[in-house]
Every structure is written in structure tokens, then in C-alpha cells.
């Protein structure tokens, strides 16, 4: 629209010379409830004893390498749920062996063949 043409509008407007459409008034929605992050799983708990009563049996230590998120997160693990970090990462490592017995079955034909 060029400005002279909108200017023109503008003062027919307030001329009363061009008539306003009724506004169409949208019912309000009501906010979708967000899983927000203060939001706990009910076995949450459950699953925090589980990795306390995690007993590390072993002298043997391993260097992993994290990035600086999963460090972040770690790092507030144990002052918030007062879970031990070593304890953690041992459970994750043993349970996620222990529901993936392929993995483990591979693993030892693979050092077989070596």
C-alpha cells in the first residue's frame, strides 16, 4: 500500500466513511499442563535407594571421559539426592549390562577371536 493510499484509509477511518468488522473474539485457551522438571517420576525413589544400597565391591578404578553437561549434573548428584557419584556410574554400567546380556555374550567372543 503506498503511504498516500494509507493515509487516505486512515482518514476515512476516523471519518467514520469505512465500517470496522466486528473483531472475532478468540475463547481463551487454557494453558496445556508441561511436565515441568520439578516433576518426579513416582519410582524415582525407589530407583535413588536402589543405587545407595549399591554395594562397589572392587579396587580397580577406570578414567572416564564426560562432557561438561553430564559433569554438571554429576556434580549436584550428591549434595541434592546424597547419592554417592561412584556408587552411580556403577549401577548405570551394571544394570545396563545386566539388561543387555547380548552385549556381554558379544564382548567375550569378540576378546575369543583376539
Not at 36 to 45: E, Y
Request: glycine share 4%; charged share 30%; proline share 5%.
Amino acid at each position: 500500500m503506498a503511504n498516500g493510499d494509507y493515509i487516505s484509509k486512515l482518514v476515512k477511518g476516523v471519518r467514520g466513511e469505512i465500517e470496522a468488522k466486528p473483531e472475532k473474539v478468540k475463547p481463551a485457551k487454557e494453558p496445556a499442563q508441561k511436565a515441568s522438571s520439578r516433576t518426579l517420576n513416582p519410582n524415582i525413589h525407589d530407583l535413588l535407594e536402589s543405587i545407595k544400597k549399591f554395594e562397589v565391591n572392587g579396587n580397580y578404578k577406570r578414567l572416564i571421559r564426560m562432557d561438561s553437561r553430564t559433569e554438571e549434573v554429576l556434580k549436584l548428584l550428591s549434595p541434592t539426592f546424597g547419592v554417592d557419584v561412584t556408587s552411580f556410574v556403577n549401577f548405570l554400567c551394571w544394570d545396563f549390562l545386566e539388561n543387555n546380556p547380548e552385549l556381554v555374550n558379544e564382548i567375550k567372543q569378540s576378546i575369543q577371536k583376539l
